[in-house]
């Protein structure tokens, strides 16, 4: 089993930016794709982008294509989302997971984190 930990949240303006960062211990990290969601107040927890083992692959949300962009150091078992351009609509607490059922849009399927959130003030 695969445990992470989500780190780099806090309070930005709008049209700042943040890098999330998640780091995975427990399992061979370089072996599997990562992916990071999302979950707003009162809203269901959502797909933001997902990254390929190699990290040559990589797929976002069309609500964040072009402003977030999603990496990984296999060397140092960690993922990243640098996220750009923040909107107000990009608050939520942000997750990152190690089992991603493929899909449009991939789902979530390992153990989660606690999370990181990000709150974007207008």
């Known amino acids: 089993q695969v445990q992470l930990v989500e780190s780099g949240g806090g309070l930005v303006q709008a049209g700042g930016s943040l890098r999330l960062s998640c780091a995975a211990s427990g399992r061979t990290f370089r072996s599997y794709a990562m992916g990071w969601f999302r979950q707003a107040p009162g809203k269901e927890r959502e797909f933001v982008a997902a990254?390929?083992?190699?990290?040559?692959?990589?797929f976002y949300a069309d609500s964040v294509k072009g402003r977030f962009t999603i990496s990984r150091d296999n060397a140092k078992n960690t993922v990243y989302l640098q996220m750009n351009s923040l909107k107000p609509e990009d608050t939520a607490v942000y997750y990152c997971?190690?089992?991603?059922?493929?899909?449009?849009?991939?789902?979530?399927?390992?153990?989660w984190g606690q999370g990181s959130l990000v709150t974007v003030s207008s």
């Open positions: 990254i390929s083992w190699s990290g040559s692959s990589t």
């Open positions: 997971n190690a089992d991603l059922l493929p899909g449009n849009p991939p789902r979530g399927l390992g153990a």
